[in-house]
């Protein structure tokens, strides 16, 4: 997967960035990053900025809360309206993708 930050960066909001996913090319836009450092929750929503595979509408919150003994629970949520014809099942392909590209991200 290639990724690239076309506005912004992973501390900005709003910021936009692209990724290449079965021959598509997604750009999407991170608008509301809010923390709380001392509660341990953070929060991440962002959007598809145009179709693409089929996807009409697509916006996504990821959250962590801290919950103890250096762990932290992790939630993602998504709102996806699909075109006409096109099976759910084929957003798999897209989650999994956004989520490795996470664990690679705080892997590092």
């Known amino acids: 997967m290639v990724f690239k930050w076309l506005s912004g960066g992973p501390d900005q909001v709003p910021s936009t960035f692209q990724f290449q996913l079965a021959g598509a ?3 999407e836009e991170i608008y509301e ?4 450092q001392d509660a341990g929750q953070f929060r991440l929503r962002y959007r598809a900025l145009e179709p693409a595979l089929g996807v009409l ?3 996504a919150v990821l959250e962590l809360q801290r919950i ?7 939630s993602a949520t998504r709102e ?3 075109a006409p014809g096109i099976a759910p099942d084929m957003l798999a392909g897209i989650v999994e993708s956004e989520t490795r590209c996470l664990k690679e991200h705080f892997a590092a």
């Open 33 to 36: 990053r809010a923390a709380d």
């Open 25 to 27: 090319t997604l750009k």
């Open 57 to 59: 509408e697509y916006e």
């Open 80 to 82: 996806v309206r699909l």
């Open 68 to 74: 103890a003994d250096a762990r932290t629970a992790f």
